[in-house]
């Protein structure tokens, strides 16, 4: 996909993307992606797939405890480590997302919604 294609699909053509529309969009493109780089062949395990975003959780773990956030990471794109470690997160969220057919962007639009609603630390102590 190129990078015009790709700013098409974000943009949603010239109207525009409501919350739970962009965050479909990005879950459609995010598996779409995966589907054509050949992810999601055979059968698949999903928890392999959750600890796939384990993985990417634990490798912002690691360059947190190197010290290394706010350095460039190591792909020729301009992105921190961490910027890049949270997109990967996100990513492989939204591709499995995808594959399971979610609607992800209404999930996180009634759940953050929701989360106001509760009380200081969700009436937790600690």
């Given at each position: 996909?190129?990078?015009?294609?790709?700013?098409?699909?974000?943009?949603?053509?010239?109207?525009?993307?409501?919350?739970?529309?962009?965050?479909?969009?990005?879950?459609?493109?995010?598996?779409?992606?995966?589907?054509?780089?050949?992810?999601?062949?055979?059968?698949?395990?999903?928890?392999?797939?959750?600890?796939?975003?384990?993985?990417?959780?634990?490798?912002?773990?690691?360059?947190?405890?190197?010290?290394?956030?706010?350095?460039?990471?190591?792909k020729?794109?301009?992105?921190?480590?961490?910027?890049?470690?949270?997109a990967?997160?996100?990513?492989?969220?939204f591709?499995?997302?995808?594959k399971?057919?979610v609607?992800?962007?209404?999930?996180v639009?009634?759940?953050?919604?929701?989360?106001t609603?509760?009380?200081?630390?969700?009436?937790?102590?600690?």
């Amino acid at each position: 996909m190129s990078d015009i294609e790709l700013q098409f699909a974000i943009e949603g053509r010239d109207r525009p993307l409501t919350c739970t529309s962009a965050i479909n969009r990005l879950v459609y493109l995010a598996h779409l992606n995966a589907v054509t780089k050949g992810f999601w062949e055979g059968e698949y395990n999903y928890p392999e797939k959750l600890a796939l975003i384990h993985q990417e959780v634990s490798e912002l773990l690691e360059a947190y405890r190197a010290s290394s956030l706010t350095e460039k990471c190591d792909k020729p794109i301009n992105l921190t480590n961490e910027e890049e470690e949270m997109a990967d997160i996100l990513i492989r969220i939204f591709d499995l997302a995808g594959k399971r057919q979610v609607d992800l962007g209404k999930a996180v639009i009634f759940k953050m919604l929701y989360n106001t609603t509760r009380p200081h630390k969700h009436g937790k102590t600690c």
